[in-house]
T-cell receptor, first 115, second 112 residues
Framework: EAGVVQSPRYKIIEKKQPVAFWCNPI?????LYWYLQNLGQGPELLIR????????DSQLPKDRFSAERLKGVDSTLKIQPAELGDSAVYLC?????????????FGPGTRLTVL | GESVGLHLPTLSVQEGDNSIINCAYS??????FIWYKQESGKGPQFIID?????DKRQGQRVTVLLNKTVKHLSLQIAATQPGDSAVYFC???????????FGTGTSLTVIP
């Protein structure tokens, strides 16, 4: 069974440019998460979807970040415009359970570097 | 978010020895905990979980201990192998919060 797929794996952009990350969760998983991970730190939740509904986006900086999960499957996370402090690894995870419980399966992440 | 801290940022052990990674959490309302392993260039991987109605849970070569009195969690790895070298995170969850809070992580290095 394929795991969580993310693309691109690496992205280098200049500040003020837009960037988008894509995630394909494990088939059948209802819940999808986007996390931000800074070097040496644990992942921090940005947004959680249950099917196509964003049920927890309290930590998403909505002035520059946006996300969508059309049809309750794939998801994209966008930053516009990117800032130097956005350099980090962006992780996508999915789980079968709802309400934030259940084992989360993580993708390999997208490493973003903003110059 | 709530604070989930680890006592030691790095840990080095000899191959074959047992490893103990510790984690302190601050919210007594947390009722579900997970240990994750993260290898370089990969996402975190589930190792073992434990609910607050338990104080010990065993898996294959791993044991998690939960002490709710002092809000402490530990991960024990038996007969540590080079493949165990990674960063280990504990994460806590409160049912009312519906999200996990991850600690900073402990880097485990296994010396052959």
């Amino acid at each position: 069974e394929a795991g969580v797929v993310q693309s691109p794996r690496y992205k280098i952009i200049e500040k003020k440019q837009p960037v988008a990350f894509w995630c394909n969760p494990i088939s059948g998983h209802n819940t999808l998460y986007w996390y931000l991970q800074n070097l040496g730190q644990g992942p921090e939740l940005l947004i959680r979807y249950e099917n196509e509904e964003a049920v927890d986006d309290s930590q998403l900086p909505k002035d520059r970040f946006s996300a969508e999960r059309l049809k309750g499957v794939d998801s994209t996370l966008k930053i516009q415009p990117a800032e130097l402090g956005d350099s980090a690894v962006y992780l996508c995870a999915s789980s079968l359970g709802l309400a934030g419980r259940g084992e989360q399966f993580f993708g390999p992440g997208t490493r973003l570097t903003v110059l | 978010g709530e604070s989930v801290g680890l006592h030691l940022p790095t840990l080095s052990v000899q191959e074959g020895d047992n490893s103990i990674i510790n984690c302190a959490y601050s919210n007594s309302a947390s009722d579900y905990f997970i240990w994750y392993k993260q290898e370089s260039g990969k996402g975190p991987q589930f190792i073992i979980d434990i609910r607050s109605n338990m104080d010990k849970r065993q898996g294959q070569r791993v044991t998690v201990l939960l002490n709710k009195t002092v809000k402490h969690l530990s991960l024990q790895i038996a007969a540590t192998q080079p493949g165990d070298s990674a960063v280990y995170f504990c994460a806590e969850n409160m049912n009312t919060g519906n999200q996990f809070y991850f600690g900073t992580g402990t880097s485990l290095t296994v010396i052959p």
